[in-house]
């Protein structure tokens, strides 16, 4: 199955700084790769669809000013938690699909901690 | 709105024991049902799909599932537990998207 990378896999910062989270498909192309969060404890949600070339599509709820998403490439997309508040600390995980229904590949996650 | 359910935080079981982690869904038409596994610190891993057809589905790691209609359900059973078992798992479907909306998860603890 597909192969996903995220860097860094855990990262703190201070409060009103961005922080920028990078998600790879090693060996798939992938057009489209999903972002999830993760509360402690709880499961993981849906938060946006990241489309290579064109706009994420994000789910209800989910501030695209604050959750930036890009994905330029068919092997990178990355998520930046801009003006990050310690609410934001969270464990965000990104997932690429695959192929027909065949199930999801996902990365190890990133654990953002916000001071 | 269309769901899944997880209705036990935890279970525990003893090592050798069978194991059953239940899940009932809430999905129109047919839905696709997946089991992912989580363990600390690393990303989900899937066991087992079910999209169609026989209902009993065989996955990784020993663990096999039953899709019952009737009843909604779609249980992740294992006849003899490990203690290696012990993780989150996570019951889904596909929103006909491709992306999955997951259960409330299960933390399995095997006991020795």
């Known amino acids: 199955g597909a192969v996903v990378s995220q860097h860094p896999s855990w990262v703190i910062c201070k409060s009103g700084t961005s922080v920028k989270i990078e998600c790879r498909s090693l060996?798939?192309?992938?057009?489209?790769m999903f972002w999830y969060r993760q509360f402690p404890k709880q499961s993981l949600m849906l938060m946006a669809t990241?489309?290579?070339?064109?706009?994420?599509?994000?789910e209800q709820g989910v501030e695209k000013d604050k959750f930036l998403i890009n994905h330029a490439s068919l092997t990178l997309s990355t998520l930046t938690v801009t003006s990050a508040h310690p609410e934001d600390s969270s464990f965000y995980i990104c997932?690429?699909?695959?192929?027909?229904?065949?199930?999801?590949?996902f990365g190890p996650g990133t654990r953002l901690t916000v001071l | 709105a269309q769901s899944v359910a997880q209705p036990e935080d935890q279970v525990n079981v003893a090592e050798g024991n069978p194991l059953t982690v239940k899940c009932t869904y809430s999905?129109?038409?047919?839905?696709?049902l997946f089991w992912y596994v989580q363990y600390p610190n690393r990303g989900l891993q899937f066991l087992l799909k079910?999209?169609?057809?026989?209902?009993l589905v065989k996955g990784s790691y020993g663990f096999e599932a039953e899709f019952n209609k009737s009843q909604t359900s779609f249980h992740l059973k294992k006849p003899s537990a490990l203690v290696s078992d012990s993780a989150l798992y996570f019951c889904?479907?596909?929103?006909?998207?491709?992306?999955?909306?997951f259960g409330s998860g299960t933390r399995l603890q095997v006991q020795p």
């Open positions: 997932s690429e699909p695959g192929q027909g229904d065949n199930e999801q590949f």
């Open positions: 060996d798939f192309q992938a057009t489209t």
């Open positions: 990241s489309n290579e070339g064109s706009k994420a599509t994000y």
């Open positions: 999905v129109s038409g047919n839905p696709y």
């Open positions: 079910y999209i169609t057809g026989d209902n």
């Open positions: 889904a479907f596909d929103t006909g998207r491709r992306a999955l909306t």
